[in-house]
C-alpha cells in the first residue's frame, strides 16, 4: 500500500508517493518494511524536515509553535517530534561520543561539557 511522505522544509512541502518494500526475514520468518535512508520509521515526513524541527528546537531556541509555522505542519505533530527526540536523546549523545572515542579518539578534548541542569 503506497504512503504519501511530505519532503520540504518550508510551507511549500511536495508529497511523494512511495510503496516501501517488504522483505522475510529467513530466521523468524517474519515480514519487514525496508525504508529508504532519507525516511524515519512510522513517520510521513521525511527525515531531513524533522531534523531541521529538532536543530531549531535546540540551536535557536524555539518552541514548537513556531517551528510547525515555519515548516507547515501541525503543532502536534511538531510537539511529537521533539518529545521523541528528546526521550531518546542521552542514548543518541552516548551512542556519538562512543563512536567519537572510538575514532577519533584525539577530537574528544573539543567535545563540550554537558550542561548543568537544575
Known amino acids: 500500500m ?14 511523494r508517493s ?8 529467513t530466521i523468524c520468518q517474519g515480514t519487514h518494511v525496508l525504508l529508504e535512508v532519507q ?12 531534523a531541521a524541527a529538532v536543530e531549531a528546537k535546540t540551536v535557536l531556541g524555539w518552541g514548537h509553535r513556531k517551528i510547525a509555522v515555519s515548516c507547515g505542519r501541525p503543532a502536534s505533530t511538531v510537539r511529537g517530534w521533539l518529545r521523541a527526540f528528546a526521550s531518546s536523546a542521552a542514548v543518541i549523545g552516548d551512542r556519538f561520543t562512543s563512536l567519537l572515542v572510538r575514532d ?5 578534548v573539543f567535545w563540550p ?5 537544575s
Not at 512511495?18 to 526475514?25: A, D
Not at 561539557?113 to 541542569?117: D, E, H, I, Q
Open 2 to 15: 503506497p504512503r504519501v511522505i511530505r519532503e520540504g522544509v518550508d510551507t511549500k512541502w511536495l508529497g
Open 18 to 25: 512511495l510503496r516501501p518494500r517488504r522483505s522475510r526475514c
Open 39 to 50: 525516511l524515519a520509521a512510522r513517520r510521513a515526513d521525511a527525515a531531513d524536515v524533522i
Open 104 to 108: 577519533a579518539p584525539d577530537a574528544v
Open 113 to 117: 561539557k554537558p550542561a548543568v541542569t
